[in-house]
């Protein structure tokens, strides 16, 4: 199956600093991507969706001037977490369509980066 | 709204103890059922995708089936490595392709 690489892992930083995650489609391009976040026992909840040249459209109640998306190229989204806080801490996750349209589209996911802000 | 309800919240077995997990969806026109691994600390690792009523597919000891409320996950004569957590997910008819509502997951430990 196709392959996306999410970088870093993990990551702790100091609350009021920004992390900035990337997610990478690695053996094909990825006109879209989808980011989620996963509190501890819960299950995936979708924050935006990260288009290739445009804004990203945010989920509701998620705020977009906090997580920033940038998606300049066909194979990398970047999430920046801004003004980071500790409720921010969560497991965050980027999926990638491929191929991105059809009946046979499946959703690739990256291994996640656990965000711990102290 | 779409959504996903998952059952049980968590199940144990013995090795060998063949069971069920469920998944009942409410979307507004079904494009696709998803079936995912995911293992703590990691990405979900896909498993299945089913499109239509009737459909099953099977994957050695796991084997999905789907009508049109809900999908089950059989797992037959289940060994430790099959621990995890199995999220099922649906994609609706006029979203962007790959955008996935998912349910809460099952927690699976099989015990040797």
């Known amino acids: 199956g196709a392959v996306v690489s999410q970088h870093p892992s993990w990551v702790i930083c100091k609350s009021g600093t920004s992390v900035k995650i990337e997610c990478r489609s690695l053996?094909?391009?990825?006109?879209?991507m989808f980011w989620y976040r996963q509190f501890p026992k819960q299950s995936l909840m979708l924050m935006a969706t990260?288009?290739?040249?445009?804004?990203?459209?945010?989920e509701q109640g998620v705020e977009k001037d906090k997580f920033l998306i940038n998606h300049a190229s066909l194979t990398l989204s970047t999430l920046t977490v801004t003004s980071a806080h500790p409720e921010d801490s969560s497991f965050y996750i980027c999926?990638?369509?491929?191929?991105?349209?059809?009946?046979?589209?499946?959703?690739?996911f990256g291994q996640g980066t656990r965000l711990t802000v102290v | 709204e779409d959504q996903v309800t998952q059952s049980p919240e968590a199940l144990r077995l013995q090795e060998g103890e063949s069971s069920s997990l469920n998944c009942s969806y409410t979307?507004?026109?079904?494009?696709?059922l998803f079936w995912y691994r995911q293992d703590p600390g990691k990405g979900p690792e896909f498993l299945f995708t089913?499109?239509?009523a009737g459909e099953e597919k099977e994957k050695e000891r796991l084997k999905a089936t789907l009508t049109k409320k809900e999908s089950f996950l059989h797992i037959t004569a289940p060994k430790p490595e099959d621990s995890a957590t199995y999220l099922c997910?649906?994609?609706?008819?006029?979203?962007?392709?790959?955008?996935?509502?998912f349910g809460q997951g099952t927690i699976l430990t099989v015990h040797p």
């Open positions: 999926s990638a369509p491929n191929p991105p349209t059809g009946v046979d589209t499946e959703a690739f």
């Open positions: 053996d094909f391009q990825a006109t879209t």
């Open positions: 990260s288009n290739e040249g445009s804004k990203a459209t945010y």
């Open positions: 979307v507004s026109g079904l494009r696709g």
């Open positions: 089913l499109y239509s």
């Open positions: 997910a649906v994609q609706a008819r006029g979203t962007s392709y790959g955008k996935l509502t």
